[in-house]
């Protein structure tokens, strides 16, 4: 059974940092893609960030180009999302999902993590 | 960036009722368009890929049609299960853009 578990959701104050990590199992997780995807509360999804299976492509929303930071370790079947100078805009439910190629969709998804930026 | 347009933003429904969902895109995307159906508190699940590839365990209930910048998503029969958020996202390019979901309600 495929399975992305996120973690590291939290409250931060404006300015802060914070590390989401999500935890892959089920599936050759070096064989897929990997991205993030946020919702913000009330709202409509978001993309947020995609790195290619052995990270020779990383691609990012303008919203948070510049303080976000993809990564994956597939030793670890882990996927990261460094996140700094947070922002209010930024509070939203994180979701990984992946995707097989960059053409068809996010097939799976993890259950989320809430990241809250408030002072 | 592609924009994506949901119509209608929201529908009311009845079990057993036939509903469509249309998703325009502001340039030509082929057929590179996804179908997502999302429950409160959860996380969306991918209904069709490809402009009207069924997802491996989607009810053939579900269809999706299209090309180039208009795109469906029909419902058949409606059931009590598929009252939901249902978002398209084109896949075309990057960024990727969803749509801005329309939710479908018991009339």
């Known amino acids: 059974e495929v399975q992305l578990v996120e973690s590291g959701g939290g409250l931060v104050k404006p300015g802060g940092s914070l590390r989401l990590s999500c935890a892959a199992s089920?599936?050759?997780?070096?064989?897929?893609?990997l991205n993030w995807v946020r919702q913000a509360p009330g709202r409509g999804l978001e993309w947020v960030s995609s790195i290619s299976s052995s990270s020779s492509y990383i691609y990012y929303a303008d919203s948070v180009k510049g303080r976000f930071t993809i990564s994956r370790d597939n030793a670890k079947n882990s996927l990261y999302l460094q996140m700094n100078s947070l922002r209010a805009e930024d509070t939203a439910v994180y979701y990984c999902?992946?995707?097989?190629?960059?053409?068809?969709?996010?097939?799976?998804w993890g259950q989320g993590t809430l990241v809250t930026v408030s002072s | 960036d592609i924009q994506m347009t949901q119509s209608p933003a929201s529908v009311s429904a009845s079990v057993g009722d036939r509903v469509t969902i249309t998703c325009r895109a502001s340039q030509d995307i082929s057929n590179w368009l996804a179908w997502y159906q999302q429950k409160p508190g959860k996380a969306p699940k991918l209904l069709i890929y490809a402009a009207s590839t069924l997802q491996s365990g989607v009810p053939s209930r579900f269809s999706g049609s299209g090309s180039g910048t208009d795109f469906t998503l029909t419902i058949s029969s409606l059931q009590a299960e598929d009252f939901a958020t249902y978002y398209c996202q084109q896949a075309n390019s990057f960024p990727y853009t969803f749509g801005q979901g329309t939710k479908l309600e018991i009339k």
């Open positions: 089920g599936f050759t997780f070096s064989n897929y893609n």
């Open positions: 999902a992946r995707n097989y190629d960059l053409l068809t969709g996010f097939s799976d």
